[in-house]
């Protein structure tokens, strides 16, 4: 479904040179709840966002559902960090998450069900005629997850959603995307900081160096598939899997294995 | 009780302002300003609805012609102009010296190449306004929000719904900026276009009432022309609050840190 | 850790190239300027090209009248800005600082700000006739508005926080003013200086036009009327300077004193 070979992204301004990405390889199957986690500033935004088609690749492949990436993907959504910015401020929440829709020429009956049900879905059903900044941070977000829902698509990319929310919100919207996940079955690309939050959500973590980035360690999270908060995290086998990335994580922020894969 | 005392804080100053005037000019002997009651007066006898029709209602029709295709030029070409980097960067010297001279000297110029009339007045509010209104709009087009012109990418948000959402919603609070600024722009044009190249209308009128010395009647115009700018503004601000709700909002949510 | 390879600043060619483009936009206009009469596009006669204009200008500048209307238009304008920034500084200060004074004078500036200033010229004219005085009149009266509106609002958004701050470390009032209210306040004092210089710039050049008092615009109207054509542009031309030379000035000023500032200046209720 995802495919990433040997990407490498240079960014050129200013004078300098950074390499964001030195030469990432990996996929994702159909259907998978993928994590990726890395030490801040390792390029895990830009990987998604050359996923996204929103920035172009200095060299390398990347596809998405089996066809090369030059633009933003049709039936790809992405889910912002900012969703304060990512909202428009003018339409009500019903409007937002009909956007999309409309720019499609969707018709209005079917616009309104398929949003009705999103809003439905995210437990947002009675803020559909409020404005998104009436609401707060936790429920912006999820009028965003909604409006991805809504869009109907294969691939859905979360680039750190819940990194500017809350611990006890963060918690809700967690588990309320791995149920969005087990519904619609989404390959959904999930890019954290957070090392728990990886663990806890994902079928699999792959683990990002420091620049110039590669992939350091690629884990099969063999968890249950029923997550809950309290038992999952209290599991053994959670904090086995956890005290693995962080260790890798540490490895690779120290400056002797700077690039060096597992 | 809070309310009552809101009203008094409200009205208790401009009452005691115009309680003051009134009776402080009361039996005024001064020919060039005379009692506040004599030109309550005049305002009456010379206002009435033939005047209106005749001067009043022609200026004010030429104002807000003026200052809405003022508006709708500058926001059209403002967005065109915001829109393209390349177009930016090679115009905006060019208008950046442009905005620099002051409007009114775009009166003598408009008496040299149209002479007198309604169309020269319109094109003279027109020409003067359109700066604040351009100026803007490109910046408000510029400045767009990053992440939602991604979010427009991603979700594939194009053409005039990108145009009408991303571009001028966007946009608006500045856009409706520079609407204000023009404002009294054009009023003040209206007014000098007519004092200086015109044989009707209500600065025309006002000013005639000085040169023939009817000084109550000319303090009736000029309370006149001031009552209009007032009213203008209120509708000025009863539109933008309809109009940018959401970003009032918007803001005073952010405030609340 | 980032691998970064120092280059010579890339800077300089994405500079290098708006600076080339506007400078070819201005280029362009001018040519624009000049050849659109030559063409007939508009009535040479009405509208004559710029190398003439430029022309012109320079036997102006050979003209003794010339320099005194220059000087009584900058007299004008710069008494006017004054008056009207020191009241507005002051008064501004006052409502700024407490609440009361401002709700009680809330209305009664929302009355008097939108009477345009123009209303009153032929009042002025009655009472001070074509002096400076009554253009001074005039500029003051819509500048004033300008200032006060700027710091009344920058005395009265003052940081919470900061003063709080302040506070709790037990600075006195004059201490609170100087470290905290002033370099808030800063920001909106200049932005208001400079919305009251460009008002008065413009009225100044409207005193000068409709009531005639002596000045860059008699001078116009003065020529408009003999037909002079060349003579009203080539004024015009130095109103235009005129306006960049002063927003240039302020501009920097503003630059020099507020070099510590986030750009996150506001244009508060800028009218």
Request: hydrophobic letters at 50%; aromatic letters at 8%.
């Amino acid at each position: 479904m995802l495919e990433v070979k040997n990407l490498h992204k240079v960014y050129d301004g200013h004078g300098r040179r950074v390499t964001a990405v030195g030469d990432l390889t990996f996929s994702v199957p159909e259907g998978q709840f993928a994590c990726v986690v890395g030490p801040s500033g390792c390029g895990k935004t830009t990987l998604l966002r050359v996923l996204a088609g929103l920035l172009p690749a200095t060299s390398g492949e990347v596809r998405v559902q089996d066809a090369p990436v030059t633009a933003p993907p049709p039936g790809l959504a992405v889910v912002f960090q900012e969703y304060g910015r990512s909202l428009f401020p003018w339409l009500r929440v019903r409007e937002n998450v009909e956007l999309p829709l409309k720019a499609q020429g969707m018709a209005r009956a079917e616009r309104r069900k398929l949003a009705a049900d999103a809003l439905a879905a995210v437990a947002l059903s009675d803020a559909d005629s409020a404005y998104p900044w009436q609401l707060s941070g936790g429920m912006q977000q999820r009028v965003a997850i909604a409006r991805a829902i809504a869009f109907q698509p294969k691939v859905l990319l979360m680039d750190e959603p819940f990194a500017a929310v809350d611990a006890q919100t963060r918690a809700d919207l967690e588990d309320l995307v791995r149920s969005v996940w087990q519904r619609l079955g989404v390959t959904l690309l999930f890019v954290t900081h957070d090392i728990d939050e990886a663990v806890y959500l994902g079928q699999r973590v792959i683990v990002l160096s420091a620049s110039p980035t590669t992939v350091a360690e690629d884990l099969t999270v063999d968890l249950p598939a029923d997550r809950d908060q309290l038992t999952t995290r209290s599991d053994p086998r959670f904090t086995e899997l956890r005290s693995q990335v962080y260790a890798r994580i540490r490895k690779v922020k120290a400056p002797a294995s700077e690039g060096a894969p597992a | 009780m809070r309310i009552l005392w809101r009203i008094l804080l409200a009205i208790g100053l401009p009452v005691v302002l115009v309680a003051g005037w009134w009776f402080d000019s009361a039996g005024s002997e001064d020919f060039y300003q005379p009692a506040l009651s004599t030109i309550v007066d005049a305002f009456g006898r010379t206002w009435t609805w033939e005047m209106f029709q005749e001067q009043v209602f022609p200026s004010l029709w030429r104002l807000l012609a003026g200052y809405f295709l003022a508006v709708l030029l500058g926001v059209a070409l403002g967005a065109l102009i915001g829109l393209s980097r390349s177009s930016r960067q090679v115009l905006e010297p060019v208008l950046e010296f442009l905005r620099a001279f002051p409007p009114p000297v775009l009166v003598p110029i408009a008496i040299l190449l149209a002479g007198i009339g309604d169309r020269t007045k319109i094109l003279v509010i027109v020409f003067g306004c359109v700066w604040p209104v351009l100026l803007n709009t490109i910046e408000g087009v510029r400045a767009r929000d990053e992440v939602l012109s991604d979010t427009c990418r991603t979700y594939r948000i194009t053409g005039l719904l990108r145009l009408r959402h991303l571009v001028l919603r966007a946009a608006s609070p500045q856009i409706v900026t520079g609407a204000r600024q023009a404002l009294p722009l054009a009023i003040i044009l209206m007014v000098i276009s007519e004092m200086m190249a015109a044989n009707e209308g209500l600065g025309f009128t006002v000013l005639q009432f000085q040169r023939g010395f009817q000084i109550p009647e000319m303090w009736s115009g000029v309370l006149l022309l001031g009552l209009i700018g007032i009213v203008l503004s209120l509708l000025f601000r009863l539109a933008e609050r309809s109009l940018l709700g959401w970003y009032h909002g918007q803001r005073a949510g952010q405030r609340e840190f | 850790m980032v691998s970064v390879a120092a280059r010579r600043p890339r800077v300089t060619g994405r500079r290098y190239r708006s600076v080339t483009l506007g400078a070819l936009g201005l280029i362009g206009f001018g040519l624009v300027l000049e050849v659109a009469p030559r063409i007939g596009v508009v009535p040479i006669d009405f509208a004559p090209p710029t190398s003439q204009i430029l022309v012109t200008l320079v036997e102006q500048l050979d003209q003794g009248s010339f320099w005194t209307a220059l000087l009584r238009t900058l007299t004008t304008w710069a008494s006017g800005l004054a008056i009207a920034v020191v009241a507005g500084a002051v008064i501004g200060v006052l409502l700024g600082s407490l609440p009361i004074l401002r709700a009680a004078t809330a209305t009664t500036i929302e009355f008097l700000r939108p009477i345009p200033s123009v209303a009153l010229i032929p009042l002025v004219i009655v009472l001070y006739g074509t002096t400076p005085r009554s253009t001074i009149t005039l500029v003051v009266y819509a500048a004033f508005w300008q200032m006060l509106i700027q710091v009344m609002h920058g005395v009265a958004d003052v940081d919470p926080v900061a003063l709080d701050t302040a506070r709790s470390f037990r600075l006195g009032p004059w201490a609170k003013v100087r470290y905290v209210v002033w370099p808030s306040a800063l920001p909106y004092v200049m932005t208001g200086l400079r919305l009251a210089a460009a008002v008065a710039l413009i009225l100044t050049i409207t005193g000068e036009l409709v009531i005639g008092s002596p000045g860059l615009g008699k001078e116009i109207d003065t020529a408009q009327q003999s037909n002079e054509v060349r003579t009203v542009y080539a004024l015009i031309l130095v109103t235009g300077v005129l306006g960049v030379l002063i927003n240039l000035v302020i501009r920097r000023g503003e630059r020099a004193l507020l070099s510590w500032h986030p750009a996150n200046r506001a244009e508060k209720g800028a009218a």
